[in-house]
């Protein structure tokens, strides 16, 4: 099942609005509520105003998954209201856990390394190159969370094994791992750039205990990408 791109685009621009309405009662409850009426079919609105009043929290951008899949189940009409809260109660959990490692433990504070060396060699070019980065990453998930969530319905969760999650985080992990370690060498200690390199694979052993050597490789080109850049 595909969702019709008015239909998309309506619920892409509720869910920037998921985190609106928190409360000690329901956290984002009521933002998810929004989230589902704002998508919903008329006839539908009544029933999901009266079942979904509850308890809601997950990661803001991966709302977007559980948003997509409850859709698809009302519009299928095969599940009962019991299996959608079911469902909606055990994929609030998996996705908060999965976009807390992804977006707030990997992603952010590579990212933000990255662009802290930018900005002492470029100025504004470092911040800018962080807001673009990774609204480009947060974006991506918001809008075809909505969509892979209304394809695949409550098999949405099994999408966290995909390599959109593990790549991404293991990547980025190294890649935090080397930022930090030139960010150090640059700022801090004061050596030469040559010492990036065995000081980064120190913070990798030290963050990454279990690291391929494919990845390690991975992270020695990158510090050698930004001695030259240096």
Same mark, same amino acid.
Do not use: C, E
């Given at each position: 099942m595909r969702i019709g791109f008015a239909r998309l685009l309506k619920i892409i621009l509720s869910s920037f609005f998921i985190q609106t309405s928190w409360s000690f009662f329901s956290m984002q409850g009521l933002g998810f509520l929004f989230n589902l009426i704002s998508g919903a079919k008329k006839d539908q609105r009544n029933q999901i105003m009266k079942t979904h009043k509850e308890f809601f929290n997950t990661h803001p951008y991966m709302a977007s998954y559980i948003i997509g899949a409850t859709l698809r189940a009302y519009d299928e009409e095969k599940k009962s209201l019991d299996e959608i809260k079911k469902f909606i109660t055990?994929?609030?959990?998996?996705?908060?856990?999965? /976009?807390?490692?992804?977006?707030?433990?990997?992603?952010?504070?590579?990212?933000?390394?990255?662009?802290?060396?930018?900005?002492?060699?470029? /100025?504004?070019? /470092?911040?800018?190159?962080?807001?673009?980065?990774?609204?480009?990453?947060?974006?991506?998930?918001?809008?075809?969370?909505?969509?892979?969530?209304?394809?695949?319905?409550?098999?949405?969760?099994?999408?966290?094994?995909?390599?959109?999650?593990?790549?991404?985080?293991?990547i980025f992990e190294v890649c935090g791992a080397a930022f930090c370690g030139a960010l150090i060498s640059l700022i801090s200690l004061q050596v030469n750039y040559l010492a990036v390199i065995p000081l980064t694979l120190l913070f990798i052993l030290l963050l990454m205990k279990r690291v391929s050597s494919v990845f390690i490789i991975l992270a020695v080109l990158l510090l050698l990408i930004i001695i030259v850049m240096v």
């Open positions: 055990i994929a609030q959990t998996s996705f908060a856990s999965a /976009g807390d490692l992804l977006f707030w433990r990997t992603i952010r504070p590579a990212l933000l390394l990255f662009s802290v060396i930018l900005a002492l060699k470029t /100025g504004v070019t /470092g911040p800018l190159t962080f807001l673009i980065v990774y609204n480009i990453f947060h974006l991506y998930h918001r809008i075809q969370g909505i969509r892979d969530g209304y394809q695949l319905g409550a098999d949405v969760i099994f999408i966290l094994r995909s390599k959109r999650f593990t790549m991404t985080q293991k």
